[in-house]
């Protein structure tokens, strides 16, 4: 657990030295926690991408401890963080097994957020705890999306199921589940192309990819992850509202947290919508794709050490 909480030390740094550091220049100021100090404080967490509702109920939360026990001993970065790992606290993060049968986990997610070399990292973590895994390259639009994951593929020693460019996705889709089905594969990974959230047309299309795949195993998908890029901060969230009406989805991916000072966006996502963070991406190596830990992440933004 050490080596996981410095892994997201090391991730959240740019959003941890800039929120301590601002919550440290609020509360130097003046020991009084008056309302223009308050006011400061809750800026400085908007300003992180927390949203309006995890920063009223932060800054709610340390008006409370202010009014009951005082200046002395008031932890305000402590608070934060007990609040946020309530907020995150799921009872689901880790990747759905289906029972006897193949699980089927498609990537969905506008273009640039990493959903092909996540596909490629959740492939080999699964094969980390001793499960068989394959690719599925369903993103027939972008000619290099289908060599990346080849590429990753090779890598990794998975195998990659691939089709023309041009092809339709659900065909490809529909191939990658057949051949796991008949080897006895643990996991498929549908990389699905990359869509903007207004388009109507390509969000049928995912709806296809996934009534085929529900055709062919009972409850499939049964994961749907939105990978969203942390750097784009609050513009996920709508990004997240749009493809859960679309498609419902059961778990994000965050990835780029380590290039951003806007990790308080995962906490604002979860908390609208109620799906559950499941991974996320710290880095650029295979290994660098963390299971979510709440009360890891929230110790990683406001902890001192």
């Known amino acids: 657990m050490k080596g996981l909480f410095a892994k997201f030390k090391a991730g959240l740094q740019k959003t941890h030295s800039k929120l301590v550091h601002e919550i440290k220049r609020i509360l130097s100021r003046s020991p009084r926690l008056d309302a223009t100090t308050l006011e400061e404080l809750e800026q400085a967490l908007l300003a992180a991408d927390f949203g309006v509702a995890t920063t009223q109920e932060i800054v709610e939360a340390v008006r409370r401890a202010y009014e009951t026990q005082g200046p002395a001993g008031l932890d305000v970065a402590a608070i934060a963080e007990r609040e946020v790992a309530r907020i995150l606290a799921s009872p689901r993060t880790e990747l759905r097994k289906a029972a006897h049968m193949t699980t089927v986990v498609s990537l969905v997610g506008v273009n640039g957020t990493g959903k092909t070399t996540t596909a490629a990292k959740l492939a080999h973590a699964v094969r980390q705890q001793g499960h068989t895994a394959l690719l599925a390259a369903c993103d027939t639009f972008r000619a290099a999306a289908i060599e990346q994951l080849k590429l990753w593929g090779q890598r990794l020693g998975v195998e990659v199921v691939a089709g023309a460019y041009g092809a339709d996705p659900a065909a490809v889709a529909h191939d990658a589940v057949a ?49 969203v890029d942390a750097p784009t901060g609050m513009n996920a969230l709508q990004q997240a509202r749009e493809f859960h009406k679309a498609v419902p989805l059961t ?6 947290l380590d290039g951003t000072s806007k990790g308080g966006m995962v906490v604002a996502i979860q908390r609208e919508l109620g799906v559950p963070v499941k991974f996320i991406g710290l880095g650029e190596q295979p290994d660098d794709l963390q299971p979510f830990d709440p009360e890891q992440f929230a110790r990683a933004l406001f902890a001192e050490s």
């Not at 990359?194 to 085929?212: D, F, S």
């Not at 778990?251 to 780029?256: A, I």
């Open 179 to 227: 051949a796991a089905r008949a080897r006895g594969i643990d996991y498929v990974f549908l990389d699905t192309a990359g869509r903007l959230h207004t388009k109507h047309n390509l969000m049928q299309e995912l709806q296809k990819v996934h009534r085929v795949v529900g055709r062919q195993v009972p409850g499939a998908p049964h994961e749907v992850l939105l990978v």
């Open 251 to 256: 778990g994000l991916v965050v990835t780029k």
